[in-house]
Structures are given as structure tokens and as C-alpha cells.
């Protein structure tokens, strides 16, 4: 299987990198492809622009799914974007590795979406492909997440609410939405407070669950 990792946090020695080190030994062991978008160490651009349309097709009035789906069916879409795009046509699997900031993924991460995910390529709106039909159908999704609150912040009862439902928006309303399917999400807790035999069982937690769903 093909995986692409779409990490995002900007430390290189954080414990989100030591997960996504350990994903990419864990996956090549298995025998399985791994390609890595380390968003920050590539000063990924996270803003959605003008720039990302270098040959609009229409220049006296803006529409962003007309260009996205003309600049998608011509190639002449951004650089970056058209390089993202070749990866997740590769991959089988997107596994998205990022720390929970305000409950919700970072900026950076969000910018990759609203860039690669372009109309044309994900889903066809005009003709209905979208969540079975969607034209990312066939592939699968994963959220690994961070965050360092305490799990009981984050239950159905607790302040924060269930933490699925905060991230429902990536799982249903992109992944789902563009036809992928859906593996469940991992999460660590309290990530900001462990001693170092936490984290080498949270890392050994992480690894066991990657084994036994893929």
C-alpha cells in the first residue's frame, strides 16, 4: 500500500515527530510505500490565492470552483499544488499527523486542504460525485492527533465535548465528503505533560495500532 503522511507541526523534535517517525518505520516494515509532506520544513504556503491560478480562465470575474476545476483539467495550477496533488493520487492511504491547537487542526494543515483539495480532482460538484461517489473514492483517510489536554476534557460529558465531533468537520465534511473511506482516528492526551516512559508507550500504543488496522 502507498502512504502519503501529511505532518504537520513545526518543531522537528516533537513528540508529533517522533509519531510520524515511527509511523514511516512501522509502514516500511510492513512493506508498505511512504512518502512524507512535511508541511512546515517545506514552507508549504497555507493560503489559498490568486497565485494558485496562473492561467485563469476567466479574468473579469473570480470563481473558485471554475478554477479550480479549469486549472486542475489544463495542469496550469501552482507548482506546489500540482506536486500535492501527484502524491495523493499515489497514495492509498492519507494519514494525517498534527497537535489539536483551539480544537482543531493548525492553520497549515487547513491550507493544504483548501489548495490540493481542488474541485475536479476530490469531488465534481456539478455532477453530483461527492461522499460514495466522490473522485477520492477507493482511497482511505486516518487522523493521528495531539493535544495537551486531559482525555476527560474532551469526553461526550465533558467541557470540551467529544473530540470527534470538533474534527468532524476533516473526517466527514472532506475526507468522507470526497469518498474516502475512513479509518479510525488515534489521539494522544496530556501530550505536553509525559515523562519519557510515556511517551515510549504512547509511541508503542501508537505502533500496535498501526499494525492492526492496516
Given at each position: ?19 510520524k ?16 509532506s ?13 497565485d ?10 473570480f470563481?473558485l470552483?471554475?478554477e479550480?476545476?479549469a ?18 493520487k ?5 494519514l494525517f ?8 487542526a ?6 493544504w ?87 515510549e ?14
Amino acid at each position: 500500500m502507498n502512504v502519503l503522511i501529511i505532518y504537520a507541526h513545526p518543531y522537528p523534535a516533537s513528540f508529533n515527530a517522533a509519531m510520524k517517525d515511527r509511523a514511516v518505520d512501522v509502514l516500511a516494515q510492513g512493506g508498505h510505500e511512504v512518502k512524507v509532506s512535511d508541511l512546515y520544513a517545506m514552507k508549504f504556503k497555507a493560503t489559498l490565492d490568486l497565485d494558485d491560478f496562473p492561467d485563469p480562465c476567466n479574468r473579469s470575474f473570480f470563481s473558485l470552483p471554475n478554477e479550480m476545476m479549469a486549472g486542475y483539467a489544463r495542469g496550469k495550477l501552482a507548482p506546489d499544488v500540482l506536486a500535492e496533488i501527484a502524491k495523493v493520487k499515489w497514495a492509498h492511504l492519507l494519514l494525517f499527523q498534527f497537535p489539536i491547537w483551539w480544537s482543531s487542526a493548525p492553520a497549515m494543515l487547513k491550507g493544504w486542504i483548501d489548495r490540493v483539495f481542488v474541485q475536479g480532482f476530490v469531488v465534481d460538484l456539478p455532477n453530483g460525485r461527492v461522499y460514495a461517489d466522490g473522485l477520492l473514492a477507493g482511497k482511505k483517510a486516518m487522523i493521528s492527533a495531539t493535544m495537551g489536554s486531559a482525555t476527560e476534557l474532551y469526553t461526550e460529558d465533558g467541557p470540551h465535548g467529544d473530540l470527534n465531533l470538533h474534527l468532524k468537520n476533516l473526517w466527514h465534511g472532506t475526507f468522507e465528503f470526497c469518498g474516502m473511506e475512513v479509518v479510525p482516528s488515534f489521539y494522544v492526551f496530556n501530550a505536553g505533560e509525559m515523562e519519557e516512559f510515556q511517551v515510549e508507550a504512547e509511541l508503542d500504543r501508537w505502533e500496535e495500532y498501526l499494525r492492526s488496522v492496516l
